[in-house]
């Protein structure tokens, strides 16, 4: 029924399939769009937040998935700015995933602010001072470019690219599309650091305070650093995952390593930072507020300091030295272990700079405060999960996502069809719009 | 550092007095029409501007002790004068710190509840409208028009009751524009305080009780100078306008998180 | 022309176009933010002028002078009255709390009259003309059967003119019965009226002593009038005055002591009688005041150094030899020395000879009428009301005893005993109470063993509350006639226990009544002119307001121009007055019955076996336990370790906790031979092991929703046991057990 | 944000601060108007030459 | 780099083969469709106007409720007749707050009879003051819950007068429509007659930064150095971060907007 919008010379399922599929995911959807409405209306008393947690899961959450999407951004700079031709094939992908990241990351800061309606003054009566302005603003412009890259590839959907105007839309867009990523890629630079300098700037709080340069903590610098280093792992998940979902190759193996490669070297040097930081925090900086390192991982049920070796070894040594070495990169297995385990490490990163700063004492009067999250705040949470799966699943199946597809993936062509289609496949994959 | 205050409003809290009766508690929440819910034990969830903390010692019976510590908001000037930790991170500039006071305040109807300055606060003074304030019927009668009621949404914290500086300025308007006398501004909970424990004033001006009890030392943030005062977590830079003063050792030493072996390295040289 | 789907787009997109060229989204982005900042739901207080009135606090017996800013007619604040002689400008928490008491969900809103059973909650509003007639003609009928006997009174005070009327009105119509609720007050009256032959306050210099013996005198839990010993408190600390706690639980007083001497309860009296044996044998009395002033004092003198030697002191209380004999000097040499009792807030009576054995301790150190001592300071005496028309009918019934057997021949001196009230009731043993008059009292909450108090009042045909709130009492009661609250009433308010200054503060309306209240004394008047004949003659005013101003007469203006009347400082009076007993002079022994001041265990209930704990009582000045129960604002300043949701914490020593086999927070059954109840558990190093403690002032079952059900009613828990010398309710605790669920 | 706003004053943080923000936006803004002009342009006259 | 015309011709052809193949009714309404290239820029020009009337003429009326004041007052015949101007009836009282609008009470000291024949206040005397009873009047100039707005520090400290801030009303005879906010409830005048939140004069319009607009000019006039360019103040405010000791010149009172704190203007 839908096959007019489906791209040529690729398989998609039928439509009842899929749209039962969409259905499935859409309960998901709706039930954590319910949650929303119940916080907009209600107000965040519908949540376990309190006034030592002020900030918690959602918070998370967003930094979480604006680390995990800075693969966007980082693929984009080493695509577009470095020139590294093998990303061509994933960086559609990539910005995609970026693109739902961030229109997540936004949708949950809308949900967690205590007056939505006012939102709007963080950009017109904008403090400068604040690390929040610079990632309201950094986040939103960002998002601009996210889509102002993702939107060519809307444009090249079949019947859209039809009418001439979003055709030379998409085109001149793709034209240019350098000068936008380099400034989303200075942009995300910015707020990745920001959302670091976020709890870095807490001087009034010894576990998430550190000392940095001129305005920006150390911690500004590691959030952009692991977000990138990151973040094209959590790229090349979502990709292996989609793979074994459609049962389809759809990435080129090349493209894959490279940026696993990139990326290995980046967490490597990253965590060699983080670890430097580490050391000197709890040597250094905690000590002169009067803070032993132990201080930080006792007394309470869930911080213990397994939660420093787990994200810096485990999560961060490990996956580094797996990816930087060709037998890591060769190992399927391997490349799976080291890429959810740099999620999964950057996850926690950010976790313990949202959640444990707000759960570490600071007056020695006071208690560790520990919050679980009310199904309103899981269920939102979920949203953009469920929103993101149902967006992949539209792009995938209407628009050119994945240019090597078809080469990769022949399909018996039907007797008529096969004439139309087949001159058209070489020079189809040549001109992708990506590669423009 | 050169200290450009015309004036430095603080606050004197004698631990040794302060019964912990929770009359500034009251006091507060009375003049600045805190509204209150039908379960307020979940103290993370209670507005409270004052809050009165209780601290112990940590010893067995018989030994153990026990005291009361009433935290407003400390108004911290930080380091260099307005770099409070909860000033500079508020997104909106929904709050400020003014040069004229010394105190930190804050626009309810401009905040939109991010609750940053929330997570930057080492105090926990600032407090988050997690609900619509809602009077039983009849009961918000006794509102003040002087102190807007917050709605749900945003984050509210003691305001020294700033009102208070301005009423009294209209009346010292009224004559000429003099200058406010020490007794014309004072703020609800201490003149509420059954045991005289609080003392507030201006930390700038000499004649004020405030500054003769502590001594601050304006040259180095704020620093008390009478052995027996001590401010709230006074390393970690907040420089705060609330002092305390105990003869009590261990409550002095409960004001600030000391390395184990820093302790006895520093027992000479303070508190002489 | 045909509309297609590109012109409708390309008319949308310049509709859009149009539109961000229009003020149209920003005006309306910006008002929908101005929307939120002025929620339609969020109160706005209207402003005004403003303007301040004097009055004087009543919400308990601390009696603190206020200062109410008003906005227009609203009352915006409560603050404590300058100069005032009690407060000196500080307030406590429930005074500032008052105006929620005002405007609250809790009060009446006018009178009312049972219509479902009791104390279910059904009620008819019915008219002022209907509630008076309805009294006056079941107290016609009582009278007219000859039983105006069986008519009480339970007030929460007997001083100044509203509770005078209304013992006025029992006697003029022939009743006995008129109760003050109970507290150390009755103890202390008790053991002036033995030991020094007056009827007197005691009155406490505490800005001239300089050494402070407490047994158990909660200083800073509302002991005495509140604000005023807190800021006696503050100023024993600026002035190095040492301040000793004696207590098994480590209260905020004892913490603010200079030393904090825990005890085995019950055994203060043990404590004092082995200080006096200490001071006597080491010879460190005031010899000069003993032998000149003192009566009987080897009678005594013989029994402290038999019975009380350290050593079996020590025993007894727990606190070993060598601290009794340190502490006896210390008290003895320090130059204006004082011993002071009555448990916790002095909410309860302590047994007479605990209350003589500590004031026993005062007369040795003959810390007596002088600077830094104790007083015995009488009521200004300004009520001066026509003799009392009595006829035959109220004759007669005048003869009956009381029902509480208070001025019996077995509790000669006590004068109220409304806690052998219910038992008294419930026995049958005299004559059947038929109609009971409640104003500013909460017995049915206050009285220990709830249950039997309920029992009792259920023996009463009828049951009038005066009350403004919907509390315990009136609940339960067939009439509520609702008085004005006390920022809507005149109502002269002499000062309070512990007190030296002869004073009568004036309560007056700050705001007009609120609702259709009427003031208790106008009911009074105008209940006692519906009975007619003596009854009505003996109550000549038309108003209260026309009786309280006729009673104060001159000193009338000088109330209402400084809030107060106060008389010279009683110093001198006291010194001539104060030792009105047969010899002239101080007794350490009742000359009447032999009574010596000693330590007489009280023998709480409950078997030692089955309840290897103790529990007791404590208090909190954030927790109200009187008539009035806590306003919103107290609730919210009740500690999370005290009460969480809706359940109350037991204090108890790790010690005893880890023997029961309980953690701290967990949930645990607290059983005492009159119920159980649960709890959870708090451990707590401030309290003795052995003991368990649960705080006053929980557990209402009316009220509002924000204090009704939350925690334990500590009464319904504890029953009284009778003194057997004062008849008082000498109870400090009961024995108990604690177990896991 | 904008210098007329009440919190605006003309500092270091604003300059370095709203002057990135502003670059990035007019970058931003130029590049997509430039597309949208040009697209639109293109447009027409492909759509006239493949009239012909 | 590919060029920049290879899949825009592609495309084409692309869509020119596929109507080829499905020639019945895609043909149709392409062909249609590129014939109507004036009438998509038409509807364009439709979508701008319609929508540009909707927000610029039609909003405004929607937005505001017009309300009348319970009777009209004539200010300037009353002004005829009190001695000490508008502070005769908004007077300041002991303690320094401003009494606003009048109270019935006030002007009971005049009206208890009925003084002339005028209709308005007849009504008064017999709907109001004989039945004791408040006038619900509109204030055009009521602030804002939040607002904390001390009169006599502008009109005792400043010495300003009352016409700098609301105008002429004293010279008015006649009170005007009260238009009111349906959204916000506050009056027109608030956020300004205007819909654009353009200004003529500075009671047409106060908000935040109306009340700004003064103070900092006045603030630059306290320091003595005139009304300072934003360049000068630029100037002045890099110096101050690289020296701070050297410039004497103070601030406002706030840190961060080097204007007045919060708490001067909102409670």
């Known amino acids: 029924m839908d096959s007019a919008l489906i791209p040529k010379g690729v398989k998609r399922c039928p439509l009842w399939q899929f749209l039962l599929f969409i259905g499935a995911v859409g309960i998901v959807l709706l039930w954590g769009v319910y949650a929303m409405l119940l916080c907009w209306f209600k107000g965040l008393n519908q949540t376990n937040m309190n006034d030592y947690y002020g900030f918690a899961l959602w918070i998370w959450a967003d930094l979480a998935v604006i680390a995990v999407g800075g693969g966007a951004f980082f693929t984009g700079l080493l695509r577009y700015i470095f020139g590294k031709d093998e990303l061509k094939n994933i960086i559609n992908y990539a910005v995609l995933i970026g693109f739902i990241c961030y229109s997540s990351a936004l949708l949950i800061l809308a949900i967690d602010i205590g007056q939505p309606l006012r939102g709007w003054f963080i950009f017109w009566h904008a403090n400068v001072h604040s690390m929040l302005t610079e990632v309201a603003f950094c986040l939103s412009c960002y998002f601009g470019v996210l889509t102002i890259e993702y939107l060519p590839l809307v444009l090249e959907n079949r019947q859209i690219d039809k009418v001439p105007f979003f055709h030379h839309l998409g085109h001149n867009m793709h034209e240019i599309m350098a000068v936008f990523a380099a400034t989303g890629a200075f942009l995300s630079f910015f707020h990745q650091g920001s959302l670091g300098g976020v709890a870095g700037v807490l001087f009034g709080r010894p576990f998430a305070y550190r000392e940095g340069v001129f305005i920006w903590p150390w911690t500004f610098f590691l959030f952009t650093w692991s977000a990138a280093a990151c973040g094209p792992c959590f790229t090349i998940l979502v990709t292996k995952i989609t793979e074994k979902v459609t049962r389809k190759k759809l990435v080129k193996d090349n493209a894959i390593e490279l940026l696993a490669k990139i990326s290995g070297w980046m967490i490597l040097t990253y965590i060699i930072a983080k670890t430097v930081d580490t050391w000197y925090w709890a040597t250094v900086t905690a000590p002169s507020k009067g803070f032993t390192l132990m201080e930080f991982y006792s007394n309470n049920a869930l911080y213990g300091i397994w939660i420093l070796v787990a994200e810096i070894l485990i999560c961060g040594y490990i996956p580094a030295f797996i990816l930087i070495t060709k037998k890591g990169r060769k190992n399927p297995l391997g490349v799976w272990i080291a890429i959810i385990l740099a999620v999964i490490g950057v996850c926690l990163n950010r976790w313990v700079m949202v959640l444990q700063v707000m759960a570490v004492p600071v007056m020695t009067f006071d208690h560790w405060a520990l919050y679980y999250p009310s199904w309103q705040e899981v269920a939102t949470t979920i949203l953009p999960v469920a929103y993101g799966v149902i967006l992949i699943a539209i792009s995938y199946r209407y628009l050119p996502v994945f240019p090597n597809e078809a080469e990769m993936n022949p399909i018996e062509p039907l007797p008529e069809e096969a004439a139309a289609i087949e001159p058209s496949m070489a020079p189809e994959q040549e001109l992708t719009p990506a590669e423009a | ?272 | 022309m045909k509309i297609g789907r590109r012109e409708f787009l390309s008319f949308v997109i310049g509709g859009a176009a149009g539109t961000a060229l229009s003020p149209l989204p920003w005006k309306l982005m910006d008002d929908s933010s101005i929307w939120t900042q002025m929620w339609p739901w969020t109160p706005v207080p209207e402003n005004g002028e403003a303007s301040y009135v004097n009055s004087v606090c009543t919400l308990c017996p601390g009696r603190c002078g206020i200062t109410v800013r008003k906005i227009d007619d609203r009352a915006v604040k409560i603050e404590g009255m300058k100069k005032y002689p009690v407060n000196d400008g500080g307030l406590c928490l429930l005074g500032l709390s008052g105006l929620q008491l005002l405007y609250g969900p809790t009060r009446i809103k006018g009178p009312l009259k049972r219509s479902g059973k009791r104390g279910q909650g059904d009620w008819e509003r019915i008219s002022w003309k209907e509630a008076i007639s309805e009294i006056v003609e079941k107290l016609g009928e009582l009278r007219e059967k000859g039983r105006p006997q069986s008519v009480g009174a339970i007030s929460g005070s007997d001083r100044g003119t509203v509770p005078r009327l209304l013992e006025r009105l029992l006697t003029a119509y022939g009743s006995p019965n008129f109760f003050r609720m109970a507290s150390v007050r009755d103890s202390y009256e008790l053991t002036l009226d033995i030991m020094q032959g007056v009827q007197a306050l005691p009155g406490f210099d505490f800005e001239n002593a300089d050494f402070i013996l407490s047994f158990g005198s909660d200083i800073l839990e509302g002991w005495g009038s509140p604000v005023q010993m807190m800021r006696v408190n503050s100023a024993w600390k600026s002035a190095g005055v040492k301040v000793i706690q004696i207590e098994p639980r480590l209260s905020n007083t004892a913490a603010k002591s200079d030393k904090w001497i825990p005890i085995n309860p019950g055994t203060e009296a043990a404590l004092a009688m082995g200080l006096a044996h200490v001071i006597i044998k080491e010879l460190l009395y005031d010899n000069g005041f003993i032998s000149a002033d003192t009566s009987r004092f080897d009678d005594w003198k013989q029994l402290v150094i038999d019975e009380y030697s350290p050593d079996s002191v020590a025993a007894v209380t727990g606190i070993d030899a060598g601290t009794i004999v340190v502490l006896a000097r210390r008290f003895a040499n320090a130059s204006k020395p004082m011993a002071i009792c009555g448990r916790g807030d002095g909410t309860h009576p302590v047994s007479l000879t605990e209350c003589m054995a500590v004031h026993a301790l005062n007369a040795l150190t003959g810390n007596i009428n002088k600077k830094g001592g104790i007083f015995a300071v009488s009521d200004p005496d300004y009520i001066h009301w026509p003799e009392i028309e009595m006829d035959s009918t109220a004759a007669v019934g005048m003869q009956h005893d009381r029902l509480d057997g208070a001025g019996s021949r077995k509790y000669p001196h006590s004068r109220y005993l409304l806690n052998r009230l219910p038992e008294s009731i419930l026995s049958k043993a005299l004559y059947p109470l038929e109609a009971l008059f409640i104003a500013d009292a909460n017995p049915l909450y206050t009285l220990t063993d709830t249950q039997d108090t309920g029992k009792a009042f259920e023996k009463i045909p009828l049951v009038v509350s005066f009350s403004s709130f919907m509390d315990e009492t009136a609940r339960h009661a067939d009439l509520i006639l609702p008085n004005h609250v006390y920022l809507e009433r005149y109502e002269d308010v002499p000062m309070p226990f512990g007190m030296l200054q002869q004073a009568v503060g004036l309560a007056r309306p700050v705001v007009e009544p609120q609702l259709d209240t009427r003031h208790v004394g106008d009911v009074i008047i105008e209940t006692a002119k519906g009975l007619g004949g003596s009854v009505a003659t003996s109550f000549p005013w038309k108003t209260y307001y026309l009786c309280l101003k006729e009673t104060l007469g001159e000193k009338w203006q000088a109330m209402v121009v400084n809030g107060f009347w106060s008389g010279s400082k009683s110093i001198d009076q006291a010194l001539k007055t104060s030792f009105d007993t047969a010899s002239g002079k101080f007794e350490f022994v009742d000359p009447n019955t032999g009574l010596k001041p000693q330590f007489k265990p009280v023998q709480i209930k409950g078997d030692e076996r089955q309840f290897p704990l103790l529990l007791m009582p404590y208090d909190s000045i954030r927790l109200a336990h009187g008539y009035i129960g806590d306003p919103p604002f107290m609730v919210k300043t009740v500690e999370d370790i005290v009460l969480k949701h809706n359940d109350v914490f037991v204090e108890v020593n790790p010690k005893t906790a880890r023997a029961a086999g309980l953690n701290d927070g967990q949930r645990a059954l607290l059983g005492t031979p009159l119920g159980t109840a649960k709890v959870r558990v708090r451990l707590f190093e401030g309290i003795m092991p052995g003991i368990v403690a649960l705080p006053r002032g929980l557990g209402h079952t009316a009220y509002d929703d924000y204090l009704a059900g939350k925690g334990i009613n500590v009464n319904t828990l504890i029953g009284p046991v009778e003194d057997p010398d004062s008849g008082m309710n000498a109870a400090w605790g009961i024995r108990a057990k604690l177990s896991k669920i | ?52 | 780099m590919s060029t920049s015309d290879g899949p825009a011709k592609k495309t084409i052809k692309d869509a020119a083969h596929e109507t080829a193949v499905e020639p019945d009714t895609e043909g149709k309404i392409q062909k249609q469709d590129k014939g109507s290239g004036g009438s998509i820029i038409l509807f364009f020009i439709f979508g701008v106007f319609a929508s540009l009337i909707l927000g610029w003429i039609i909003f405004p009326k929607l937005l505001y409720v017009k309300k009348k004041q319970p009777i009209d007052f004539n200010h300037a015949f009353h002004i005829t007749q009190v001695d000490n101007g508008c502070e005769s009836c908004h007077f300041f009282r002991e303690d320094g707050t401003f009494s606003g609008v009048p109270k019935l009470d006030q002007c009971i000291d005049c009206h208890e009879e009925i003084q002339g024949v005028d209709r308005n206040e007849i009504k008064f005397v017999e709907d109001y003051v004989s039945k004791y009873r408040q006038v619900p009047w509109l204030i055009y100039s009521k602030q804002p819950n939040c607002v904390f707005f001390s009169h006599a520090a502008h009109i005792k400290g400043a010495r300003m007068d009352c016409v700098t801030c609301h105008g002429h009303i004293g010279e008015s005879t006649s009170l005007k429509v009260y238009e009111q906010n349906r959204i916000t409830g506050y009056s027109r005048d608030i956020w300004g007659k205007n819909i654009a939140g353009f200004k003529k004069n500075p009671w047409d319009r106060m908000k935040m930064d109306d009340c700004a607009e003064c103070h900092q000019r006045d603030a630059a006039d306290i320091e003595k150095t005139n009304i300072k360019s934003p360049e000068h103040r630029y100037i002045d405010n890099i110096i101050k971060v690289f020296s701070p000791s050297s410039l004497s010149l103070e601030k406002g009172d706030s840190v961060q907007t080097q204007k007045d704190a919060c708490f001067v203007c909102h409670k």
């Open chain 4, 1 to 52: 944000m904008f210098p007329f706003n009440f919190e605006w004053i003309w500092d270091m943080g604003h300059t370095v601060f709203m002057g990135g923000l502003w670059y990035a936006l007019t970058i931003i803004g130029i590049g997509m108007t430039y597309c949208i002009i040009k697209a639109a342009i293109d447009a027409s006259k492909k759509n006239g030459e493949h009239h012909h």
């Open chain 2, 1 to 272: 550092m050169k200290n450009n205050l015309n004036h430095r409003f603080g606050m004197v809290i004698d631990l040794d007095k302060c019964t912990g009766c929770g009359s500034c508690m009251v006091a507060c929440m009375a003049e600045n029409n805190v509204p209150f819910r039908k379960d307020e034990s979940d103290k993370l969830l209670s507005i409270t501007w004052m809050r009165v903390f209780r601290l112990n010692n940590g010893k067995p019976f018989p030994e153990t002790d026990i005291c009361y510590l009433p935290r407003p908001c400390m108004q911290c000037a930080g380091l260099h004068e307005g770099h409070s930790p909860c000033v500079s991170v508020c997104p909106a500039t929904a709050t400020d710190y003014g040069m004229e006071t010394g105190i930190v305040s804050q626009i309810y109807t401009r905040c939109f509840g991010c609750r940053y300055c929330m997570a930057s606060c080492p105090y926990h003074s600032r407090y988050f409208n997690w609900w619509d304030p809602i009077w039983p019927d009849g009961m918000e009668k006794y509102l003040s028009p002087n102190v807007s009621p917050r709605m749900r949404g945003v984050v509210e914290k003691c305001s020294f009751c700033y009102h208070r500086y301005q009423l009294a300025k209209d009346k010292a308007f009224m004559d000429g524009g003099r200058e406010l006398k020490e007794n014309e501004y004072q703020t609800a909970c201490t003149q509420a305080c059954p045991a005289n424990a609080i003392t507030f004033g201006d930390l700038n001006n000499p004649d004020h009780a405030v500054h003769r009890m502590v001594k601050p030392d304006l040259e180095h943030g704020g620093r008390p100078q009478n052995p027996h005062a001590f401010r709230l977590l006074e390393r970690l830079g907040t420089n705060p306008k609330v002092y305390y003063l105990s003869s009590r050792k261990w409550i002095r030493h409960a004001g600030d998180n000391y390395l184990k072996n820093e302790a006895k390295m520093k027992k000479p040289v303070h508190h002489g």
